[in-house]
Nanobody
Framework: QVQLVESGGGLVQPGDSLRLSCAAS????????MGWFRQSPGKEREFVAS????????YYTDSVKGRFTISRDIRKNAIYLRMSSLSPADTAVYYC????????????WGQGTQVTVSS
C-alpha cells in the first residue's frame, strides 16, 4: 500500500508564488516517476509536470513551462512543485501521483490540495 499526502495549497493573488509538497509512504519501492496533475471545476484532470525517479528528468505541460519547477528528494520520497507567476487559470485541485516501474501509468494518487489564484 502506498500513501501520498499533498500540502502547500492555499489562496494567493495573481503573480504570487506557491510551493506544493507531496510525501509518499508505504511501499514506495520501484518508482518510475512521480507527477503533478490538476483538475479545475468542470474540467478533466490534466497533467502538469513529472520527474523520473532514477535520473531526475523533468517534463511539463506547455502552459506551465518556465513558471513551474518540479523537484524531488529521494531520501524523503517526496516531490515538490514550485509555482510562480500564478494566474487565475492555475486555480485547481492539485494531485500528486506515482508511476511505478512496470506499470502502464500513474496508479497511486493523493487526496489533492486546493490552489486558488484570485485577487
Amino acid at each position: 500500500q502506498v500513501q501520498l499526502v499533498e500540502s502547500g495549497g492555499g489562496l494567493v493573488q495573481p503573480g504570487d508564488s506557491l510551493r506544493l509538497s507531496c510525501a509518499a509512504s508505504g511501499r514506495t519501492l520501484s518508482m518510475h516517476a512521480m507527477g503533478w496533475f490538476r483538475q479545475s471545476p468542470g474540467k478533466e484532470r490534466e497533467f502538469v509536470a513529472s520527474i523520473r525517479w532514477a535520473n531526475g528528468d523533468t517534463y511539463y505541460t506547455d502552459s506551465v513551462k518556465g513558471r513551474f519547477t518540479i523537484s524531488r528528494d529521494i531520501r524523503k520520497n517526496a516531490i515538490y512543485l514550485r509555482m510562480s507567476s500564478l494566474s487565475p487559470a492555475d486555480t485547481a485541485v492539485y494531485y500528486c501521483a506515482i508511476h511505478r516501474v512496470g506499470a502502464s501509468g500513474y496508479g497511486y494518487w493523493g487526496q489533492g490540495t486546493q490552489v486558488t489564484v484570485s485577487s
